[in-house]
């Protein structure tokens, strides 16, 4: 699993039919020490229902065909999760709630 910050939506009228009515978010790799964005930028399928500037994670390959949402579906990324909190050596780098 991929750490990323979704940063926006990418919006296709006209996709492969199995593709209709689900989400495109555009998503910003991070790293987790810092919580800045690498300026490394994939398009995934929204899995669980992630919105604008929430800490997400997200498979890629094979795996990002194995949720119900993207089951059949032809896909190569897919947010799985949506962060709450992230810990290093003891210490919150980030905590959605804010604290």
Wanted: glycine content about 12%; overall charge neutral.
């Amino acid at each position: 699993m991929v750490l990323a910050k979704v940063v926006g939506t990418v919006v296709s009228a006209h996709k492969e039919a199995r593709l209709g009515g689900i989400k495109f978010l555009l998503l910003d790799k991070i790293n987790p020490a810092t919580m800045q964005g690498k300026n490394d930028y994939v398009v995934a399928i929204d899995g669980v229902g992630a919105g604008p500037g929430e800490v997400v994670f997200y498979v890629a390959g094979s795996s990002a065909r194995l949720t119900a949402v993207t089951d059949g579906k032809p896909t190569d990324a897919t947010i799985v999760a949506i962060v709450d909190n992230i810990e290093i050596r003891g210490e919150y780098v980030y905590r959605k709630d804010g604290q």
